[in-house]
């Protein structure tokens, strides 16, 4: 079995590769990406004889055709932003493909594609990370038990670093871009757009997270779960985070920048050259997301609390009565879902267990082995369902 990932040598992608690399029924594991250098030290790091290097440019069609001929299955692990070429891409060279997210509208634009997917043969799973990706399944296991769905709510929750730590959790331009345009909630049969980190709430994630202050962001669950199970009645679905697991202190400066203009898209002459502000603004903000090396392989002085948890909390009824069933899915690896998620969705993907045609996870992930794979990486998922005596 061959994967090839798409953007491997980036802080996301390096935990893919490190996972398949891992599991038995991978033979090969192409980093493909256009940072060589970097590359060759997530294959160093990891150490296995699987892990190739082929360098690739996105926006190169043909090239990025020549890579993906022959593999089992494509994981995309770069910017949403190339999501789309991606698939156009796959669909050419009839490879399997799953990726992180789609930040709710390019999700959308991405589920067009599936009658020419499903007419080629070919499978695709979207927004298959931490988040999104567990919720998605979380929501899934949840709908099969239940008869009719009122909400859907998703929180995700890390436990954050000390005020002085600015460091980015993830790609620099999906939190930008998290952190300043408007999210979008499903209630009572619309999609509706709310003011970036807006509605704050209290959420309890549990020890060693406790509670945490969330908030409103675009995320690419609610495009999907409120569509997927329509027949059971949702009304409600939004996602919560807290901070993007980044220091509040680091959140407000940034949002400072934003009210000045640096995350504009619009160029800007600056002694005769334009300049674009939100350009200058990721440049400038890179030297704050920690060496790839620290997610690959931790150091010893790590402290043992780096914990996330994904819970999604489903209220409906089942034979009539009230229920609420709540998943938690908890690691004290943090990132370490968002790759190990698509890793597993990947092997699925090469393994013919997914229909042809574009899905969300919770048409095509079943569950419970997929929270058994989850296991094996100490990635634990609970369930507690509350009734109305």
């Given at each position: 079995m061959k994967i090839v990932v798409l953007g491997g040598a980036g802080k996301m992608g390096c935990i893919a590769v490190q996972d398949l690399a891992g599991d038995p029924r991978v033979d090969e594991v192409v980093i493909a990406d256009r940072e060589v250098k970097q590359a060759k030290v997530v294959a160093e790091t990891i150490g296995s004889p699987k892990v190739s290097i082929q360098r690739v440019d996105v926006t190169d069609h043909d090239g990025l055709v020549a890579v993906l001929r022959g593999a089992d299955a494509c994981l995309?692990?770069?910017?949403?932003?190339?999501?789309?070429?991606?698939?156009?891409?796959?669909?050419?060279?009839?490879?399997?493909?799953?990726?992180?997210?789609?930040?709710?509208?390019?999700?959308?634009?991405?589920?067009?594609?599936?009658?020419?997917?499903?007419?080629?043969?070919?499978?695709?799973?979207?927004?298959?990370?931490?988040?999104?990706?567990?919720?998605?399944?979380?929501?899934?296991?949840?709908?099969?038990?239940?008869?009719?769905?009122?909400?859907?709510?998703?929180?995700?929750?890390?436990?954050?670093?000390?005020?002085?730590?600015?460091?980015?959790?993830?790609?620099?331009?999906?939190?930008?871009?998290?952190?300043?345009?408007?999210?979008?909630?499903?209630?009572?049969?619309?999609?509706?757009?709310?003011?970036?980190?807006?509605?704050?709430?209290?959420?309890?994630?549990?020890?060693?997270?406790?509670?945490?202050?969330?908030?409103?962001?675009?995320?690419?669950e609610v495009a999907t779960l409120p569509l997927s199970f329509a027949d059971k009645g949702v009304k409600e679905c939004f996602f919560k985070i807290n901070y993007w697991g980044m220091a509040k202190e680091a959140v407000e400066k940034i949002r400072v920048l934003d009210e000045f203009g640096f995350a504009s898209r619009e160029p800007v002459e600056v002694k005769g050259q334009k300049v674009v502000p939100r350009d200058l603004l990721v440049a400038l903000m890179a030297k704050y997301v920690p060496p790839i090396t620290e997610f690959l392989a931790p150091p010893k002085n790590r402290p043992p609390d780096w914990t996330k948890e994904i819970v999604t909390e489903v209220r409906g009824t089942k034979d009539g009565e009230a229920v609420t069933y709540r998943l938690g899915t908890l690691t004290c690896k943090g990132s370490l879902p968002t790759g190990v998620a698509p890793a597993r969705t990947a092997i699925w993907l090469a393994e013919g267990r997914i229909p042809p045609g574009v899905h969300p996870p919770e048409r095509v992930i079943d569950p419970e082995p997929f929270f058994e794979e989850l296991k094996t990486r100490e990635i634990y998922t609970q369930v507690t369902v509350t009734r109305t005596l």
């Open positions: 995309n692990a770069t910017v949403y932003y190339f999501n789309l070429p991606v698939m156009e891409a796959c669909l050419e060279a009839r490879v399997p493909y799953v990726d992180m997210g789609g930040l709710f509208h390019t999700t959308r634009k991405q589920l067009a594609l599936s009658d020419r997917f499903a007419e080629a043969g070919v499978s695709a799973v979207l927004g298959m990370g931490s988040a999104p990706g567990v919720p998605n399944v979380q929501a899934r296991y949840a709908a099969d038990r239940l008869d009719t769905i009122e909400t859907i709510h998703i929180y995700d929750g890390i436990k954050p670093p000390p005020p002085d730590d600015l460091r980015f959790t993830y790609a620099v331009p999906t939190i930008l871009d998290e952190l300043t345009l408007e999210p979008m909630v499903y209630r009572d049969g619309e999609f509706i757009a709310y003011a970036p980190m807006s509605e704050f709430e209290e959420y309890w994630f549990t020890h060693p997270i406790g509670p945490q202050p969330t908030h409103l962001s675009l995320h690419s």
